[in-house]
């Protein structure tokens, strides 16, 4: 199988991880909200397992930095030094963000040499980029994690870079209530309605599987054809 131009890098911290930094039911336990976490981990791994690139996860325990800028820097100079030419950079809180969608960047991302998926709240969902555009830039230093962040990146990525449709992000409790009224599949509809409900409270720790949330070995992986 011949080695694919662009990776996706799915950028994450652990379910449990999540809980601490994100409220996503104002009145369940952290199991329970790590049990949502750990849903939307393992939604955006498919996806992208799915978008006919290759794939590489880097974990909050395989990440290095002291900010949040330095960290992502780094992890993308790691794949970036796997010798792809390009890159598309996602997290686990878009689950309106499809396989269609992420294919869609990949072939914009090659013939622009970068491209942004705008997310409601002025950040972005996905930010893709080539090795050229990686290098002409201190990444570390842009306003990640704000409001600003969407303005200050379509200033300094080429005036012809790729744009996707905005789409919303899951950060806390009113961002999950927006995701449920989207199209999303039905087995996940139901999971999320389940854990966000009133039993959710009591939700155990149980329910966050092995293959939900384990730490995986950040290396690439060709997704399947997409169904």
């Known amino acids: 199988m011949?080695?694919?131009?662009?990776?996706?890098?799915?950028?994450?911290?652990?379910?449990?991880?999540?809980?601490?930094?994100?409220?996503?039911?104002s009145h369940g336990t952290r199991a329970g909200n790590a049990a949502v976490a750990a849903q939307l981990i393992h939604l955006a791994e498919t996806i992208a397992?799915?978008?006919?690139?290759?794939f590489v996860r880097v974990d909050s325990a395989r990440q290095t930095g002291a900010t949040f800028g330095?960290?992502?820097?780094?992890?993308?100079?790691?794949v970036f030094g796997q010798e792809y030419e390009y890159l598309l950079v996602m997290g686990n809180d878009c689950p309106q963000l499809t396989e269609h969608l992420l294919r869609q960047a990949a072939a914009a991302v090659q013939q622009t040499?970068?491209?942004?998926?705008?997310?409601?709240?002025?950040g972005v969902y996905l930010l893709g980029m080539s090795r050229a555009v990686f290098e002409s830039q201190d990444w570390d230093q842009?306003?990640?994690?704000?409001?600003?962040?969407g303005?200050?990146?379509?200033?300094?990525?080429?005036?012809?870079?790729?744009?996707?449709?905005v789409l919303a992000d899951v950060d806390d409790e009113?961002?999950?209530?927006?995701?449920?009224?989207q199209r999303l599949t039905r087995p996940l509809?139901?999971?999320?309605?389940?854990?966000?409900?009133?039993?959710?409270?009591?939700?155990?720790?149980?329910?966050?599987?092995?293959g939900q949330c384990a730490d995986v070995a950040a290396r690439p992986r060709r997704g399947p054809p997409a169904l």
């Open 49 to 54: 397992s799915r978008a006919e690139v290759d």
């Open 174 to 181: 009113q961002g999950l209530a927006v995701a449920l009224r």
């Open 189 to 210: 509809l139901r999971r999320l309605r389940r854990l966000r409900g009133p039993q959710s409270v009591a939700q155990p720790a149980a329910v966050i599987t092995v």
């Open 70 to 78: 330095e960290r992502l820097t780094n992890a993308m100079r790691r």
């Open 113 to 122: 040499g970068a491209v942004v998926g705008p997310a409601t709240d002025g």
């Open 142 to 149: 842009l306003p990640w994690q704000t409001a600003q962040l």
């Open 2 to 25: 011949s080695r694919s131009p662009v990776a996706v890098l799915l950028f994450t911290r652990s379910a449990g991880e999540e809980a601490v930094h994100k409220r996503f039911i």
């Open 151 to 165: 303005v200050v990146l379509r200033r300094q990525l080429p005036l012809a870079a790729g744009v996707l449709p």
